[in-house]
């Protein structure tokens, strides 16, 4: 097949989780289709990042863009006020472009492609209203439901009348968004019902399921020393819900945990803390290490890999890396949503402050309880979820969908935004 995917941004440096779950599946279907890649770029992107594209790209197109504000800085307040007025959700409206809408529209002109994939959420503002082939949206996440628990756990008026803003900008124009594409992936069996919830009706069929995978050659066991005292968490520090598990975990579980056991200690890795991540290693027991290269050394000596999350949506790759790796995961509800675990077998979960320390400190204690969860979960991703596995089953769900009849013409819904109001 020709496919025409498309993205907000490039996949390296592989540095979160959507680019880790693409980079693979992409790696695996280059082999056997040509793909053209379409992404924002920084105007200094070096080099090497768009060449490596072509490792899992035939063809990449890159348009300019200067990178968003830092998180917590006077320009990224700035920049989101803009936005205050815009019809379309803030995460997706500060990708307006003219320059990408164009060169969508050009290489469809231009060439044959038999499936267009538009990789989250974002890129649909850039397809054109009628489309010359069948078109996929891969879903990593329900976005509306992202807004809907920042309004949950935000604190103050303002806040929570912001994010309820956002939220229902989101619910708005996901809607619509889901209806204009033939077929819809999501990553989990919790996100494929919580679309029917949400938007019955929108979508001809039910979402597609691709599940998340690991690679589990790269995330090899290192079971933790049986003293260990050491918690660690991983993933991107300038994503919100990312934050909000960390400020959580370090203001109202962490000191229970060190009521139990004084010498425990947190390694908080991720790139692009926000200042107040990176306000946390004023505490001598915690770091923040900001962009590793690569997370294993990190999580190699962990006695539990720690995933507080209270918002979120989609699946969470840092459990199935951390699984790989044999380690023992503590992980809220929201944070193992949508993974093929069982509380208990290969993880434990745990929501609320209390319970969550109790679990924590339960495993550094007994190291035979320890050691069952971090043998079971490296089997389980190993016997059914490495990455090679998966992308079968993407390549079937796209094959499918490339051989489907088009919807009829009038019943496109146009998201097109980028015409109106273009600011690059």
């Known amino acids: ?132 082939c069948p078109a996929v949206i891969f879903t990593h996440n329900v976005e509306a439901e992202i807004w809907r628990r920042h309004v949950e756990t935000r604190d103050g008026l303002m806040a929570k009348l912001l994010y309820g803003l956002q939220h229902r900008r989101m619910v708005s124009f996901e809607g619509a968004a889901l209806a204009r594409f033939d077929g819809v992936l999501a990553v989990s069996e919790a996100d494929r019902r919580t679309f029917e919830r949400l938007y019955p009706g929108a979508t001809r069929e039910p979402a597609h399921v691709i599940p998340t995978g690991v690679d589990t050659g790269f995330y090899s066991p290192s079971p933790s020393p049986s003293e260990s005292r050491s918690l660690v968490f991983t993933g991107s520090m300038d994503w919100l819900p990312n934050e909000d598990a960390m400020l959580f975990f370090c203001r109202d579980v962490l000191p229970l945990i060190r009521a139990e056991e004084p010498g425990v200690r947190l390694t908080i890795v991720g790139r692009t803390p926000t200042p107040a991540v990176a306000r946390l290693a004023a505490d001598p027991a915690i770091t923040v290490t900001g962009r590793v290269d690569d997370i294993r050394p990190y999580v190699k000596d962990a006695a539990v890999y720690v995933v507080p999350l209270r918002i979120g949506g989609g699946t969470r790759l840092k459990i199935f890396e951390a699984m790989a790796m044999g380690k023992a995961v503590v992980s809220t509800t929201v944070g193992a949503e949508g993974l093929p675990v069982q509380s208990g077998e290969q993880l434990l979960l745990a929501d609320g402050s209390e319970a969550f320390a109790s679990a924590v400190v339960g495993l550094l204690r007994d190291v035979d309880r320890r050691r069952a969860l971090e043998q079971a979960a490296r089997t389980l991703v190993v016997e059914a979820y490495d990455w090679s596995a998966v992308a079968r089953e993407l390549e079937r769900a796209l094959v499918r969908f490339a051989h489907a009849q088009r919807q009829p013409a009038d019943s496109d819904v146009a998201v097109s935004f980028a015409a109106a109001g273009d600011r690059r």
């Open 1 to 132: 097949m020709r496919i025409l995917w498309l993205k907000s941004d490039l996949l390296l440096p592989l540095d979160k989780g959507g680019k880790l779950r693409t980079w693979h599946l992409l790696r695996h279907l280059a082999a056997r289709h040509d793909i053209t890649y379409v992404a924002f770029a920084r105007p200094d992107e070096p080099r090497e990042h768009v060449d490596g594209m072509r490792e899992v790209a035939a063809s990449v197109h890159v348009i300019p863009r200067a990178g968003t504000p830092p998180k917590g800085s006077i320009a990224f307040y700035a920049n989101a006020a803009v936005h205050v007025f815009d019809s379309l959700p803030y995460a997706v409206g500060q990708y307006r472009s003219r320059a990408y809408s164009n060169r969508v529209a050009s290489l469809l002109a231009e060439q044959d492609f038999d499936l267009v994939v538009c990789d989250f959420l974002v890129p649909a503002i850039h397809l054109p209203r009628r489309l010359p």
